[in-house]
């Protein structure tokens, strides 16, 4: 398959770049800089190059493709305006491709709020967290485009072991004395690593049907005290015990997406292992912190 990515320098668009070349798919991406593009082109990726607040540059001449892939975001406050507007100019752009192709939207496991007791899944109605609510009606239009075979995956929080959503607590293990979590250590992240997600997209793009979403979560949700403790513990900090700080500190910090953080999820990824025969191979986000070097 050719596929064009935008996002590929990212904690998904990097990890999908890399699984879709080690598959034997042709990868083009948007690359916004040179630092992208030296990035894209040791991945073994065809740059194109743009950004995605100006798609009119680079919509028009894009290669021949299958698939696209959409996980490109810079979190500012424009994010929704520049989604949008991005939407708008590629999708018509895609209609003088030869074949129609797929287009996968990376959504979010954020879209569905705090989901208490209750389990989300795919068929949850949303209850998106107030700074990604404008990406419900974008992922709609992916679904319903006449111009795409549209699909969505909601990715759980992505990590690596020192990185991905993972990487404030390897940030605070070097520059405090104690490694902080945002509001409790009860709330319960759902989490994939990011291999794990990269293979989701890459069965997505083989095999999902037009207009289905998948949320990819590998494990369902770990109270956020276990991990913030699993750092402090490997890196032998005094202070087992983490530092709470509230949602709105790390909104001033990070931007009002990061209250996301706050959000106690319970994600299933039950579908798309039944029905894209999706396998994560990472399952214990603890015992991979214990292996930190
Ligand atoms: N990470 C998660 O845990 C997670 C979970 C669920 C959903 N999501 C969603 O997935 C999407 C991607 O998230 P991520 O964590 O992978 O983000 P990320 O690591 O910050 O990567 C963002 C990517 O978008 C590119 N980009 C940003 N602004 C751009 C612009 N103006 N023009 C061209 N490219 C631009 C960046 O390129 P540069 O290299 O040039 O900066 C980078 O490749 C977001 O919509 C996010 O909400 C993420």
Not at 47 to 65: F, K
Not at 68 to 87: G, K, P, S
Request: charged share 20%.
């Amino acid at each position: 398959m050719r596929v064009f990515v935008l996002g590929g320098t990212g904690s998904i668009g990097s990890a999908v770049v890399r699984e879709l070349i080690r598959r034997g798919h042709h990868v083009s991406a948007l690359a916004r800089s040179e630092v992208s593009a030296v990035i894209l082109n040791g991945f073994g990726a065809t740059l194109v190059a743009g950004d995605i607040a100006r798609p009119e540059r680079w919509a028009g001449r894009l290669p021949h493709v299958d698939a696209i892939v959409h996980a490109a975001c810079d979190f500012n406050t424009e994010m929704a305006t520049i989604d949008a507007r991005l939407l708008d100019v590629l999708l018509p752009s895609l209609a003088a491709q030869p074949k129609k192709p797929r287009f996968i939207y990376t959504g979010g496991g954020w879209l569905f709020g705090a989901t208490g007791d209750g389990v989300a899944t795919e068929e949850t109605p949303f209850r998106p967290l107030p700074a990604f609510a404008w990406m419900v009606p974008q992922l709609q239009r992916i679904l319903e485009a006449a111009e795409v075979d549209g699909i969505v995956i909601h990715p759980a929080m992505v990590y690596t072991p020192g990185g991905g959503v993972f990487v404030r607590f390897a940030r605070d293990v070097v520059e405090r004395n104690a490694v902080r979590v945002v509001e409790s250590e009860e709330v319960r992240w759902p989490l994939v690593h990011s291999e794990d997600l990269a293979n989701l997209y890459a069965l997505a793009l083989e095999h999902a049907p037009a207009r289905s979403s998948y949320i990819g979560a590998a494990t369902e949700g770990l109270a956020v005290g276990r991990i913030a403790r699993g750092f402090a513990k490997r890196f032998g900090m005094r202070q087992l015990e983490p530092e709470i700080i509230p949602a709105h500190a790390i909104a001033a910090e990070l931007g009002a997406w990061a209250k996301g953080y706050a959000l106690d999820q319970w994600l299933s990824g039950a579908k798309a292992r039944r029905d894209l025969g999706w396998r994560p191979k990472h399952l214990d986000p603890e015992a991979e912190i214990a292996l930190l070097p």
